[in-house]
């Protein structure tokens, strides 16, 4: 997390600052963390999966590529794993529409 983190705090602009938005898994939210001065981090509530929604992004790669099949090893997993991300990031249109929360953009 510290080294993702990083990588963020890299990208963003001089002057400017970033909130990240995350869920409360132990790793996102240990007090052994160091923030980056240019991050803020902003927990989701616990157990709200319609605020997050990379929570359907998962959702529909098991639905479409990775659901109801046997693996044939670790290598066989990963292979998958990286062949269905390598799918959906071809696709940034699916990944828009499987974000987009209608009840965020009613007036």
Request: aromatic share 0%; net charge positive.
């Given at each position: 997390m510290a080294l993702h983190l990083m990588e963020i705090s890299n990208a963003v602009a001089p002057g400017a600052h970033a909130v990240l938005l995350l869920d409360q898994a132990g790793w996102h939210m240990?007090?052994?963390?160091?923030?980056?001065?240019?991050?803020?981090?902003?927990?989701?509530?616990?157990?709200?999966?319609?605020l997050n929604p990379v929570e359907n992004v998962w959702q529909f790669m098991r639905d479409n590529w990775l659901s109801n099949r046997v693996f044939t090893s670790y290598k066989d997993i990963i292979d998958h794993c990286c062949y269905a991300w390598n799918k959906l990031i071809d696709q940034p249109w699916r990944i828009t529409s499987i974000g987009l929360r209608d009840w965020a953009h009613r007036s």
């Open positions: 240990t007090g052994k963390l160091s923030v980056p001065a240019n991050i803020t981090l902003l927990p989701l509530s616990a157990k709200s999966p319609e």
